[in-house]
């Protein structure tokens, strides 16, 4: 059975503190890989999208990564205003399947 | 652009009444459209998609139903409302292609008592 799994449950990190965040996935066919930011009370903001192991994408503090197994939000020298939950999801053949996501609180 | 609209924002109802969630959008033609639900540390759950007008797709059986009377308007709906129907209600769309991400609307936070 298609799964995703998302580790930390919950990051707590100093403003400056770099750290990683984890998606790692089993599912057969994946077409792509999806990176969301959700504030609380809000909709999941799309960030990125991934296709094939290797691949990169940057957006300010963020930068993700692929694998032929897992997926990494790098977050550099993290602001309070980073804090949110991230989703990870992947989109196989037939739909797309989300993580329970990361908490992410940024002290300042 | 595209916009994405959902309402209302917060909703309380009794158990056993009727429920009506509305979502529409802007700036696209042809979208496909999905209500997620989502629980408190778990993640987001396709309740239904559509592809096109009248055409619905159900990923889970339940006490819900949903409806596309027009191209860019999605609802979703209940005849009577159980306490388990409590939860965050997202509608999303997306442009055809199937590798495409999902964009979300604010959700509708449904309390049922």
């Known amino acids: 059975e298609d799964q995703v799994t998302q580790s930390p449950e919950a990051l707590r990190l100093q403003e400056g503190e770099s750290s990683s965040l984890n998606c790692s996935y089993t599912v057969s066919g994946l077409r792509g890989l999806f990176w969301y930011r959700q504030d609380p009370g809000k909709g999941p903001e799309f960030l990125f999208t991934?296709?094939?192991a290797g691949e990169e994408k940057e957006k300010e503090r963020l930068k993700a990564t692929l694998t032929k197994k897992e997926s990494f939000l790098h977050i550099t020298a993290p602001k309070p205003e980073d804090s949110a939950t991230y989703l990870c999801a992947v989109h196989n053949n037939n739909d797309m399947r989300f993580g329970a996501g990361t908490r992410l609180t940024v002290k300042p | 652009s595209q916009t994405i609209h959902q309402w209302p924002a917060t909703l309380v109802q009794p158990v056993g009444s009727p429920l009506s969630l509305e979502c529409t959008v802007e700036g696209t033609s042809n979208p496909n459209l999905y209500w997620y639900r989502q629980a408190a540390g778990r993640g987001l759950q396709l309740l239904f998609y559509s592809v096109g007008i009248g055409q619905i797709s159900s990923e889970v059986p339940q006490n819900l139903s949903a409806s596309r009377p027009q191209d860019r308007q999605f609802i979703l709906s209940s005849k009577k409302l159980l306490l388990s129907d409590s939860g965050f209600y997202l509608c999303?769309?997306?442009?055809?292609?199937?590798?495409?991400?999902?964009?979300f609307g604010n959700g509708t936070r449904l309390t049922v008592t």
């Open positions: 999303a769309w997306s442009v055809r292609d199937r590798n495409s991400p999902l964009h």
């Open positions: 991934l296709y094939s």
